[in-house]
């Protein structure tokens, strides 16, 4: 069953004659620039992912891999990822590190 988030995004893109995903991709863009304000995550970089079948939103801290890291919040070496998140991963990967819980209404907007 769709959530009511979902709905009202349909309706919003049916209303304003926008297509669907781009409203999706806006709603993301702002989620991850509201959750980058947020506390918890202040300083690293975020991914946001709406599902176009449930409306579930899931958010992720993702890091690039590099051969020095020079900002942890952002970057975390090849042997670290591959240590504990990616066997395969190779310099310029960007891997999700960490799920962040959704609290999308308790994020700075």
Excluded: C, W
Excluded at 17 to 32: C, F, G, H, Q, T
Excluded at 35 to 60: A, Q
Aim: aromatic content about 2%; proline content about 5%.
């Amino acid at each position: 069953m769709k959530s009511d988030f979902l709905i009202a995004l349909t309706q919003l893109a049916a209303e304003r004659n926008l297509p669907r995903d781009k409203v999706m991709s806006a709603i993301e863009a702002a989620l991850v620039s509201a959750f980058k304000k947020d506390s918890v995550t202040e300083g690293h970089n975020i991914s946001v992912r709406l599902d176009p079948g449930s409306g579930d939103i899931e958010v992720d801290i993702v890091k690039t891999v590099v051969d020095t890291v020079e900002d942890p919040l952002q970057e975390l070496t090849r042997e670290e990822a591959r240590e504990n998140y990616n066997p395969n991963a190779n310099i310029g990967d960007v891997i999700k590190t960490q799920n962040i819980p959704n609290s999308a209404g308790r994020i700075a907007a």
